[in-house]
């Protein structure tokens, strides 16, 4: 696959207007958990929807895997969308473990003629990380040359995905602009770049095997925040988070890459790097209540609020209370879950990798501690870790990076 540059403004235009791009997309610019796979997993009828259940003995998952509509009826849960997501890049990845167990980069994607210009946006892509998560670039500074320009460039496409929505344009935004951002998105895995940036993706996902499908999901959940400011459930909302934060997980692992001596199944591991980002966008959530309230939206399941004695009005009304702090224990819990089933992953990937994923997971998990000093009032004091805990977790998060697989409780090998 080659990938054809077709910018020809300068990098500099690009690098002050990188995300400037909303009105190009708003014109239509056309250049521009524990989780046993059950039985229920197995005997599962066509695709669809909602699916008409087969007789079959039903295991429950532990997490919310599936959700009753009817009595003979059940509509496939959130975490088994996401699963068959996770399948899917997982065997892209262990096929080729299979076919170059060796080899890290695509040899044939070297085009002599775009090579500089190649260069120019993976720099400029390594730019915008320093400038927005300091943290994280110095992390990717660890790893191989190759996989560190590759993350670069999918945490730039990441963050101007996100900023459509929570950046300053984003009361521009329209599901229009969103679906021309996926075609755009498209365009980039065919290698038709629109711009600099995106010329550094196309040739990222030449390199890497990464899936579409958790790009486009991403978007999708930038769609969800257009038309949606309530969870009705975990489930709801475990596809949101799925969307926003898990796919950047997907995206990442093939990247990052799982150890050679690592006895994980590639399954097991995306699954893990889906959990962290599932547990940092609870985390998130759980951090930015009141913010979040303010801007009318209430990002927690409304059924285990309801079941707490609590309801949106009480969380416009900002009272921590005693049933306020009891429900922000469980959800606490929960996310604290994912982060656990996150690290048991983070040692299986390759070791240069290690840090950076490490020092994320350590400074988001904090985050929760905060809301806890706090004294769960996470309405009107924003819980954040200061520059002191955040230097200290650097050396710890190398240290724990280094410490070998063997020590560590095994991942599932199936
Ligand atoms: C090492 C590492 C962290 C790699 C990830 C690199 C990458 C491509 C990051 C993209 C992040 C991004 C810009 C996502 C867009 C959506 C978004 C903003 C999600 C929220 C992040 C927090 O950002 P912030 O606090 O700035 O939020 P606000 O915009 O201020 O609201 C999220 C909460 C989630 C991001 C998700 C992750 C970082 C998950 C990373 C998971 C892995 C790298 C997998 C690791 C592998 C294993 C096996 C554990
Ligand atoms: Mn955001």
Redesign the pocket.
């Known amino acids: 696959m080659s990938v054809a540059l077709l910018w020809v403004v300068s990098p500099n235009s690009q690098l002050s207007n990188c995300f400037g791009f909303v009105d190009s997309v708003r014109d239509g610019n056309p250049l521009s958990v524990c989780r046993e796979r059950s039985s229920m997993f197995n005997c599962r009828p066509k695709k669809g929807r909602k699916q008409k259940w087969n007789a079959c003995s039903i295991h429950v998952p532990e997490i919310s895997s599936m959700v009753a509509s009817t009595a003979d009826e059940i509509a496939v849960s959130s975490e088994e969308k996401v699963y068959n997501v996770v399948l899917k890049q997982a065997a892209l990845v262990r096929e080729q473990l299979r076919s170059s167990p060796d080899l890290d980069v695509n040899p044939d994607i070297a085009l002599p003629g775009n090579l500089g210009l190649l260069s120019d946006a993976y720099d400029r892509c390594g730019e915008v990380c320093a400038e927005?998560?300091k943290t994280?670039y110095l992390?990717?500074l660890l790893m191989t040359p190759e996989r560190r320009k590759a993350?670069w460039a999918?945490?730039v496409w990441?963050?101007r995905?996100?900023e459509l929505v929570?950046g300053p344009n984003a009361s521009h935004i329209t599901p229009t602009a969103l679906d021309r951002w996926e075609s755009r998105l498209e365009d980039v895995f065919r290698g038709r770049p629109f711009d600099m940036l995106d010329a550094a993706l196309s040739d990222t996902v030449a390199n890497y095997r990464v899936d579409i499908q958790p790009f486009r999901d991403?978007i999708e959940g930038m769609r969800m925040d257009l038309r949606k400011s309530r969870y009705k459930n975990f489930d709801e909302l475990y596809l949101y988070c799925y969307n926003?934060?898990?796919t950047?997980?997907l995206?990442?692992?093939p990247v990052?890459g799982i150890a050679p001596e690592s006895k994980a199944s590639p399954v097991s591991?995306?699954d893990?790097?889906l959990?962290?980002?599932i547990a940092?966008?609870l985390?998130?959530i759980l951090r930015?209540v009141g913010e979040d309230a303010r801007r009318g939206r209430v990002y927690l399941p409304q059924d285990e609020l309801a079941q707490a004695g609590l309801s949106d009005d009480d969380i416009f009304a900002g009272k921590v209370t005693d049933k306020w702090r009891r429900f922000l224990k469980s959800q606490i819990k929960r996310a604290r879950m994912f982060f656990d089933k996150?690290?048991k992953?983070?040692t299986?990937?390759n070791a240069a990798s290690r840090w950076?994923?490490y020092?994320?997971?350590l400074l988001?998990r904090q985050i929760l501690d905060e809301i806890e000093a706090n004294d769960y009032n996470n309405f009107t004091k924003r819980a954040y870790v200061n520059k002191a805990k955040k230097i200290a977790a650097l050396p710890i998060a190398y240290a724990r990076s280094l410490i070998p697989r063997s020590k560590k409780p095994p991942l599932t090998t199936l």
């Open positions: 927005y998560a994280f992390g990717t993350i999918i945490y990441c963050r995905t996100d929570d991403m926003v934060a898990g950047v997980g995206m990442s692992v990052m591991v995306f893990a790097a959990a962290l980002g940092n966008q985390t998130n930015d996150a690290e992953g983070v299986e990937l950076p994923v020092a994320s997971l988001y």
